[in-house]
C-alpha cells in the first residue's frame, strides 16, 4: 500500500479549518498455491502504471498564433513498478511447537530471576533444539 498525504479545506460559519488527511492507494492478489515446508515462492505481476501531465505558460504571450508556443512547457512524467512478494511458509510441527513454548518459558525465567535478584544471571544454554 501507498500513502499520500492530502489537505481537506471544510467551512465551519465564516472559518476555514484545513484538516490533514491520508489517502492510501493499497494492491493485492489472491493466488492458491502448493508449496513445501521451507520452499521459496514468487508472486509477481501487481504492476502499476501512473503518468501525470502538466502544463505551464506565460499569459498573454503564449496566446499570440505559431510564436505562442514558445511561452508554453509541457511535461509528461511516467512511472511504472513492480510488487513482487516471496513467501517462505514453514510447517510446523507438534514436536517442535512444543520445544519453542518450553526454551520461551525458559528464557523467560531466566529474566524473571534478573528482575528479582540485584546480581547478574547468566542464562544457561537452552535444552530444546532450533
Known amino acids: 500500500s501507498e500513502v ?3 489537505n481537506k479545506v471544510i467551512t465551519i460559519g465564516e472559518r476555514d479549518v484545513t484538516l490533514p488527511l491520508a489517502i492510501s492507494t ?20 501487481l504492476i502499476q502504471n501512473s503518468s501525470e501531465d502538466s502544463n505551464s505558460a506565460v499569459p498573454f ?11 508554453k512547457q509541457r511535461r509528461f512524467k511516467s512511472r511504472k513498478s513492480e510488487l513482487v512478494i516471496l513467501l517462505r511458509p514453514v510447517v510446523s510441527e507438534p514436536a517442535r511447537v512444543t520445544a519453542d513454548i518450553a526454551a520461551s518459558r525458559e528464557r523467560m525465567n531466566v529474566l524473571r530471576e534478573l528482575l ?4 547478574s544471571v ?3 544454554p537452552e535444552k530444546a533444539r532450533r
Open 26 to 45: 493499497v494492491r493485492e492478489t489472491d493466488s492458491v498455491i502448493r508449496a513445501e515446508s521451507g520452499q521459496i515462492v514468487v508472486i509477481g505481476g
Open 122 to 124: 547468566t542464562p544457561e
Open 116 to 119: 528479582q535478584s540485584s546480581k
Open 4 to 6: 499520500d498525504d492530502q
Open 61 to 71: 504571450f503564449s496566446d499570440i498564433p505559431v510564436v505562442g508556443e514558445l511561452f
